[in-house]
C-alpha cells in the first residue's frame, strides 16, 4: 500500500494458537516468532502456529 508523504506501507502478522498449557508470555512470544518468520519471508504476510492441533492431530495418526 502507498500512502502519501508516507511511501510504501507493508504489513507482516504472526499469530499464534492458544494451548491451555501457554502462558500470556509464551503465547506472545510464539505469535511474535511467527511475525519475524512473515518478516524473513518477504514481508506482507501472515504467518501461523497451532502447536495444540498438530500435537493432536499426530496422536491421531498414531494411535
Given at each position: 500500500?502507498?500512502?502519501?508523504?508516507?511511501?510504501?506501507?507493508?504489513?507482516?502478522?504472526?499469530?499464534?494458537?492458544?494451548?491451555?498449557?501457554?502462558?500470556?508470555?509464551?503465547?506472545?512470544?510464539?505469535?511474535?516468532?511467527?511475525?519475524?518468520?512473515?518478516?524473513?519471508?518477504?514481508?506482507n504476510c501472515v504467518r501461523y502456529?497451532?502447536?495444540?492441533?498438530?500435537?493432536?492431530?499426530?496422536?491421531?495418526?498414531?494411535?
Amino acid at each position: 500500500m502507498k500512502i502519501s508523504n508516507v511511501g510504501r506501507v507493508t504489513v507482516s502478522f504472526g499469530v499464534s494458537g492458544y494451548c491451555l498449557k501457554y502462558t500470556i508470555d509464551t503465547l506472545i512470544k510464539k505469535a511474535d516468532d511467527m511475525m519475524y518468520k512473515a518478516k524473513n519471508e518477504g514481508r506482507n504476510c501472515v504467518r501461523y502456529v497451532d502447536e495444540c492441533k498438530q500435537l493432536l492431530s499426530m496422536r491421531r495418526i498414531y494411535s
